[in-house]
């Protein structure tokens, strides 16, 4: 069945999920043997069975089915189980979809959407999924059409930006294109004012991107205007809300900790959490959405998913690293891959992809088409990583870029994959293959880098 008859077979319901509350120990193991440098730690029970819940059939479902045996159902099987209402619900629900619409990965292609001649940073769709913005190192925002082909719908030429774009957001409204920039490399602490700045001015729920400015800028994209320059006005940083309405902030930094804030306290200068695990530099928090679970991403080549209920109000010593290296240049060294925190507080670790050079991102895969069964990340081994919230493992590996995959960014709802990298590709992948299609990109055509392979500093 093409994903074409899925997309008008299915339905999309918004169901809400609540999440039972989970009270996990922590791990008192300081160092695992070489054994078990490629394994994946073991991910917390309660985890794997909410994931499973929101991501297979329901239990009405594959009663009408099958009595008492969990074995897979055909997607036939489900529209005509739905079509008879054998479950006798008369419809699908959201675990249904899910599991019938991540049997089709986007992992076929990839189709080629922009090729420019300097490194792209950032690509994210909106909200909605009509829009997606790529951002590219020098001065350049481009903002594409996902309905119409892929064409640019807005080019962006950005002012006083000493090096790249590095966060992009749009607000809910699609009409502002958001984005930060730094003056250093560690000068992320004026995130948290900054952002409750633009939220008490502007009372919308944005996030933002970063670059080597101090500067962020607002850029109105529906206007009749193709090109513009950005407007500046104030400082930021990257940080992440719970949820859509909630007041609470995730953030993450060099010093290794996951922090929690929240706008309602009178002492905004201090978080009113932490939670500890990683060995070294944050580079990235996506939240589930549901104000309890979120991932981060980090320099000890990991991603870790939290429960924000397990923080505590101390930070707790981790024992001194025995290395000294440097993300921006550097190999990451074996040794380090067999260290743990004493006192990890995360409910999963994956392992696998590579952070290194640029502070790659990593997300939730989407709610509706997926029941965020899986988390994805860039790599800077060229390669884009799908990890099973359940069980921990790689699923797909997306190869074909020839340098560094920063970001990428799953479509809300349809089976389409967006991928940027240093080569200067921003390229699509879906769930079916068209051979016919002139823009797909064939092995061979990728590059290193747009101007030849250089390290430099960047973020």
Known sequence: MSVSTLKYCLEWPNMPWKRKMHHGGTSQQEQVGPSLA??????????????????EPSQRTRASF????????????????????????????????????????????????D?????????????????????????????????????????????RLRWTVSDIALSPDQ????????????????????????????????????????????VNVQNAVRESHANITADVNVVTFADETSDVLYSGSDDSLCKVWDRRCHKRQKPVGVLTGHLDGITFIDSGGDGHYF??????????????????????????????????????????????????????TFRGHSVLRTLIRCYFSPMHSTGQRYIY???????????????????????????????????PYLPTFVSSSWDGYLVRWEATEDDKDPSMLKAGKQRMHPEGYQLSFVL
């Not at 490629?38 to 991501?55: F, G, N, P, Q, Y």
């Not at 309905?147 to 719908?153: G, Y």
């Open 38 to 55: 490629d394994e994946v730690c073991a991910i917390d029970e309660e985890v794997s069975h909410l994931t499973r819940l929101k991501s």
């Open 295 to 348: 991932i981060s991403n980090c320099k000890d080549q990991t991603i870790k998913l939290w429960d924000l209920r397990k923080m505590s109000s101390t930070t707790k010593d981790c024992t001194p690293k025995s290395y000294e290296w440097d993300y921006r240049w550097m190999t990451y060294p074996s040794e380090a891959r067999y260290l743990k925190h004493p006192y990890d507080q995360s409910l999963a």
């Open 66 to 113: 099958y009595t008492g045996q969990k074995r897979p159902i055909s997607t036939f099987k489900l529209l005509s189980g739905r079509e008879s209402n054998c479950s006798g619900m008369g419809r699908f629900s959201s675990a249904d979809c899910s599991y019938t619409l991540r049997k089709h990965l986007p992992v076929k292609g990839p189709w080629c959407v």
């Open 175 to 218: 009409r502002y294109l958001t984005f930060f920039q730094l003056p250093t490399p560690r000068g992320r602490s004026r995130v948290l004012a900054l952002v409750w700045l633009v939220l008490n001015q502007w009372r919308i729920d944005v996030h933002a991107y970063s670059s080597l400015s101090p500067t962020v800028h607002i």
């Open 115 to 159: 090729d420019m001649d300097s490194e792209a940073y950032i690509s994210q769709f909106s909200t909605d999924g009509s829009l997606l913005v790529g951002g590219f190192r020098g001065s350049h925002i481009r903002i594409y059409n996902a309905e119409k082909k892929w064409k640019i719908h807005k080019d962006i030429t950005c002012k």
């Open 377 to 411: 990340t860039g790599s800077s081994d060229q390669c884009v990583y799908i990890y099973d919230v359940a069980t921990g493992n790689v699923v797909e590996k997306l190869r074909w870029h020839g340098s560094i995959i920063r970001d990428c960014s799953w479509h």
